[in-house]
């Protein structure tokens, strides 16, 4: 049985450290004075108020939390975090119902980069600061961060964790420590930061939107502060700079980590899963650049290679930037794009997807049955880094696949049942369970996800959920088994 009261205590703490995040575009909005300074401030008071009076109720629930407790808090954390996000947007911008704002912090939060708001480029800095912010947090995952300042008030870390880390191998550590870990995570996490942002402004970027984007790169979340995205700049130095840092942000986090650590790049070519997701990637990068050039879609290969490098590394690693409105392309080109977004990105990444790891995983597993079909009686394991895998992790990654895609066709199908045309239905709903951001027709590049009524909102925002907790997080807690004793 969980242990609701100790679970209430640690969301609170986790609270109280979102809370003060919530200073820092107040701070940016006083020094710029851009008008925003009421909005946050009143959201800071309720978020802490809220946190500091649950705290007190639940203080003395000081319980070490087991597995089911990690899963309980880690699916409140990002079902109810988002909605206390929400409250400076609703202040400062009253047209925004709980809805629609809602559906933007947990866009932020699940670093998926979908939008409803429009205006961009007249929002006030500290509101666009806020919106990216969200996604730079959710990036890494603000429970990896707590798991590295909680043990300090007697909170256990493993069950945190696990709960929260994206992936097959749930339980690979890399130091002895899950706080240790957690940290090492972050100062990789954050010297990645420092170099993208000097990248972005050595390209061109003012300093506020080279923090900004950063935000968004490494968070692979694609919230711009301007309506047109990357289109804005016209940049090639900035795209590059942005193909850079998103392609290292789609890699797991643990290999970069042990190349630091050990100063050692093998680490990167001993992981099968980062040489798959390489090749994958640009390998798409040169065939479409071949294709649109050939289609007469560019007038020669150059510009071709250059739109179909940023477009195709920024979808495929779920980040969600655009430099052009690549609907208007052939329409073999974006929705091979759509496909490479469910699969590429390593898991430990900030992307989104089943992750490549899994892709291989099913892929071994069907050539093992290959085997067995033209062998019956011989004995073949489905191998990764040269090792076995057990069993047991082979049938989750395919349970995962099959509800991966139960859902996306339920969804779907509810999609197109309320209206919606069969390419805006499916490519909304792939974009936002690998939590890409834009998908095609009404949701597209060049538009936002404002068009959409209530029902489908909801149905989008639980999919970003559903993805960003990659889908059984949330359905063990909502599974009756789990509240029985």
């Known amino acids: 049985m969980s242990k609701p009261l100790a679970v209430l205590r640690v969301f609170a703490l986790v609270l109280l450290v979102f809370a003060l995040t919530m200073l820092v575009p107040a ?15 009143e959201g800071f008071a309720v978020t802490f108020g809220a946190a500091l009076l649950l705290w007190l109720l639940t203080w003395r629930h000081r319980e070490e939390l087991r597995v089911r407790d990690g899963y309980l808090l880690v699916s409140m954390v990002w079902l109810l975090v988002p909605a206390f996000a929400a409250l400076p947007l609703m202040r400062h911008l009253p047209q925004l119902g709980f809805t629609d704002a809602y559906f933007e912090t947990v ?16 929002l006030p800095f500290s509101i666009n600061l806020w919106r ?8 890494m995952g603000l429970i990896v961060l707590a798991v590295a300042i909680l043990p300090l008030l007697g909170v256990g870390g493993r069950q945190l964790f696990s709960a929260e880390s994206p992936g097959p191998l749930k339980d690979t550590r890399l130091t002895p420590r899950m706080a240790q870990t957690a940290k090492g995570l972050w100062l990789v996490y954050l010297a990645m930061a420092l170099l993208c942002t000097l990248g972005y402004a050595w390209a061109g970027m003012d300093w506020g939107d080279a923090v900004m984007h ?10 711009s502060s301007h309506d047109a995205s990357f289109a804005h700049f016209n940049s090639p130095a900035v795209e590059a700079v942005a193909i850079v840092f998103m392609t290292l942000a789609g890699m797991n986090f643990a ?8 100063r050692n790049l093998a680490y990167y070519w001993i992981d099968p899963e980062i040489r798959w997701y390489v090749g994958v990637l640009y390998i798409s990068v ?9 289609s007469g879609a560019y007038p020669d290969f150059p510009t071709a290679l250059r739109f179909a490098a940023f477009n195709t590394v920024s979808i495929a690693t779920t980040t969600g930037f655009a430099s052009t409105d690549y609907a208007q392309w052939p329409f073999f080109a974006p929705l091979w794009m759509l496909f490479l977004c469910s699969f590429v990105t390593c898991a430990g990444s900030t992307g989104g997807g089943i992750k490549m790891m899994r892709a291989l995983i099913v892929f071994r597993q069907v050539m093992r049955e290959v085997v067995r079909t033209m062998h019956p009686n011989a004995m073949r394991t489905v191998r990764l880094a040269d090792a076995p895998l057990p ?5 989750a990654v395919l349970a995962f696949i099959f509800a991966y895609m139960a859902l996306i066709v339920s969804f779907t199908l509810l999609m197109v049942f309320s ?4 390419v805006t239905g499916f490519s909304a709903i792939v974009a936002c369970i690998n939590n890409t951001g834009p998908g095609l027709g009404e949701v597209g590049p060049a538009t936002t996800f404002k068009s959409l009524d209530g029902f489908q909102t909801w149905l989008c925002t639980l999919a970003m959920l559903l993805g960003r907790l990659e889908i059984f997080t949330l359905l063990v807690v909502l599974s009756p088994a789990f509240w029985r004793k």
Request: proline content about 1%.
């Open 214 to 223: 950063m935000f968004s790169t490494l968070g692979l979340g694609g919230f």
């Open 255 to 262: 290999t970069h980590y042990m190349a630091l650590r050990r």
């Open 107 to 122: 866009s932020g939060f699940t670093t998926t980069g979908a939008t409803v708001l429009e205006g961009l480029d007249t």
């Open 27 to 41: 701070l940016a909005s006083w020094q710029g004075e851009d008008g925003a300074l009421p909005a946050f401030l």
């Open 419 to 422: 209206g919606l045309d069969i």
């Open 391 to 395: 069993n047991r992790i082979v049938f």
């Open 286 to 294: 040169l065939g479409l650049a071949a294709y649109l050039w050939w």
């Open 132 to 139: 990216s912010g969200l996604v730079f947090l959710g990036g």
